[in-house]
């Protein structure tokens, strides 16, 4: 799972990483409206973090967080294609909130198998690994839109996430992990 998080950290970061200029370039957004699409990405991410923490623990945690990625894959589909500013933010904010269920299932259940006295030095060495595809995200993904094209990074990490939730859903070990 460590890894999937550092591949979900390189795709959503390389797709982050162009956000405002996507938003100025490729849909004419405003200074004043990217503000607002933040807000929205925002509320997206605490309407996700709530719903996984109301079902945290009842729903079977391999399921839930194979079609979260699944989810996640799927959702940035319609961003590569759409040219309205608000339609984009409507899927962008599902997206948020899809990543922060996904994000709020997996600390969840590392809660649930990790002995109360390693809690510590588990999160902080995972969370170690998994910013670790922070850097690498954020320079490709500037790199892609600055040299090519200013969708491209929002391609590659839709096609990114898409690869990681199939790997999700083909380990037989996180399928089938129900707890």
């Not at 999937?4 to 950290?9: D, E």
């Not at 390389?14 to 990405?41: C, E, N, R």
């Not at 839930?64 to 590569?80: E, R």
Request: aromatic share 12%; charged share 10%; with cysteine.
């Amino acid at each position: 799972m460590t890894l999937m998080s550092l591949g979900l950290n390189l795709f959503g970061m390389m797709a982050m990483a162009v956000y405002i200029p996507f938003f100025k370039l490729a849909l004419g957004a405003s200074d004043a409206q990217v503000g607002l699409t933040l807000g929205f990405t925002a509320v997206g991410s605490m309407l996700g973090s709530l719903l996984a923490g109301a079902t945290a623990g009842r729903l079977p945690f391999g399921k839930a967080i194979c079609v979260a990625y699944a989810v996640d894959s799927l959702i940035f589909v319609p961003v590569i294609f759409l040219h309205h500013l608000w339609a984009v933010v409507f899927f962008w904010t599902l997206a948020s909130a899809s990543s922060a269920f996904a994000v709020t299932q997996v600390v969840s259940w590392r809660m649930r198998i990790i002995p109360q006295e390693s809690i510590s030095r588990v999160f902080g060495a995972v969370r170690l690994i998994v910013l670790i595809g922070v850097v690498p995200g954020t320079i490709l993904g500037g790199f892609l839109a600055d040299h090519f094209y200013v969708r491209l990074p929002i391609i590659v990490s839709t096609i990114g996430y898409a690869v990681l939730a199939s790997v999700a859903f083909a380990v037989p070990a996180v399928w089938r992990d129900n707890r």
